[in-house]
């Protein structure tokens, strides 16, 4: 069953992407690299609450 969820910027904070995560599989919070647009390069971005 998928999940959508928000990832937020651990550095400004700001929530700029979503995607779907397959709770079955994974049971932790998601953390993927991606680009931020505010802060203008690669963070880590985490799954929000």
Known sequence: ???KVVLAC???LS???TTHK?????S???QVRKYC???GT???HRETK
């Not at 397959?22 to 994974?26: G, K, L, R, V, Y």
Request: one cysteine or more.
């Open 1 to 3: 069953m998928e999940k």
């Open 10 to 12: 651990t550095t400004c």
């Open 15 to 17: 929530r700029n992407y």
């Open 22 to 26: 397959n709770e079955s599989n994974q």
């Open 28 to 30: 932790e919070r998601l």
């Open 37 to 39: 647009k505010r802060c």
């Open 42 to 44: 690669h963070t880590l």
